[in-house]
């Protein structure tokens, strides 16, 4: 049905109703457990990698065997426990995806068929 086949009289009368929570794009539908971890493991990692930093800073003062092997430890466990957190963020990101894929070709498949044939296809 097109805009010219709508009785004019029902335009004002018809209101759309709000979108379903499920079927909105926006940060809830990242809203996992996983994400929250993704998020904390980033931010220790972020912490990590900035006390690899202040250690660096006392080692050229200073330079000592412990502060060899913290450094070594703030860098390697920042860079490990980034990359756990890069990988479920990944993980998330993918499934919100699929689920946001899903629900856009279940709404292309819903609509009727005069309405889909009516729309112009770009060659």
Do not use: Y
Not at 64 to 92: E, I, Y
């Amino acid at each position: 049905m097109t805009l010219t086949q709508v009785d004019p009289g029902r335009l004002g009368q018809t209101r759309p109703s709000p979108p379903e929570p499920d079927r909105t794009v926006d940060w809830r539908r990242l809203r996992t457990p996983v994400a929250v971890w993704a998020l904390a493991c980033s931010a220790v990692a972020a912490v990590g990698t900035s006390l690899g930093s202040l250690v660096a800073g006392r080692l050229a003062e200073h330079a000592t065997s412990t502060l060899v092997w913290l450094l070594a430890a703030c860098v390697v466990g920042a860079a490990l426990l980034d990359t756990v957190a890069r990988t479920m963020w990944a993980g998330v990101v993918d499934r919100a995806e699929g689920r946001l894929r899903a629900d856009l070709l279940d709404a292309a498949l819903h609509q009727p068929l005069a309405a889909l044939s009516a729309q112009a296809v770009a060659r």
